[in-house]
């Protein structure tokens, strides 16, 4: 069974510019959930999606956006980039909202902003 | 807002000892979750524990919990190399937030 995808492996941008970075959760999964992780600021959550809908969000500014397809797979969006965006992008699914399962991560995105 | 502290940040340790990872956390919570994380890699999930007083034991790692104290304790016993790795403890604090904070996480080293 495949485990939880994310698409690029590693991305590099130039301030200003927008980024893309795309998951697929583990068959069956319809939580999706999205992380940062930064050097030396740890792991951050970033925003929740079950069943289409954005359920939670995290201390980030507007412009880290997302959504969830019907397929639930889900995208996350940085618009404007800045240089504090670099940092590595995991994405994480589970069974669902409320059931304590256990939630797997992806390999993860590499984003540089240069 | 939750707060998860891990101690130590760093560890090193000969292989065969026996060390513990401490996780403590802020608020009420009946979710925690241990991952460890390669270099360069993604997360792994070692255990999810799910109410007080929960034990999971896998191989030489052995999780623990304890909601009152809000503490978790993984414990190494007779370290081998192949456990050097980077430790986190997570906790869901919110009943249905869906929302992990993460621990600083343990960087072990396993020294031959």
């Known amino acids: 069974e495949a485990g939880v995808t994310q698409s690029p492996t590693h991305l590099i941008k130039t301030r200003g510019q927008q980024a893309t970075l795309r998951c697929s959760p583990i068959s069956g999964h319809t939580s999706v959930y999205w992380y940062q992780q930064a050097l030396g600021l740890g792991l951050q959550f970033l925003l929740w999606y079950d069943e289409g809908e954005e359920r939670n969000r995290g201390n980030f500014p507007p412009r880290f956006s997302g959504r969830q397809f019907p397929n639930y797979s889900s995208e996350l969006n940085v618009n404007a980039l800045e240089l504090e965006d670099s940092a590595l992008y995991l994405c994480?699914?589970?069974?669902?909202?409320?059931?304590?399962?256990?939630?797997?991560f992806g390999e993860g995105s590499w984003l540089t902003v240069v | 807002e939750l707060k998860v502290e891990q101690n130590p940040l760093f560890l090193s340790m000969q292989e065969g000892k026996n060390y513990t990872i401490y996780c403590n956390y802020s608020t009420t919570s009946d979710r925690l979750y241990w991952y460890r994380q390669d270099p360069g890699k993604s997360l792994e999930s070692l255990f999810v524990?799910?109410?007080?007083?929960a034990v999971k034991q896998e191989g030489r790692l052995m999780a623990s919990l304890d909601t009152k104290a809000r503490l978790s304790t993984l414990h190494i016993t007779a370290a081998v190399h192949d456990l050097s790795a980077t430790y986190f403890c997570?906790?869901?604090?919110?009943?249905?937030?869906?929302?992990?904070?993460f621990g600083t996480g343990t960087r072990l080293t396993i020294i031959p």
């Open positions: 997570a906790v869901d604090g919110n009943f249905g937030n869906e929302k992990l904070t």
């Open positions: 524990l799910l109410s007080n007083g």
């Open positions: 994480a699914s589970s069974l669902g909202q409320y059931s304590g399962n256990t939630i797997y």
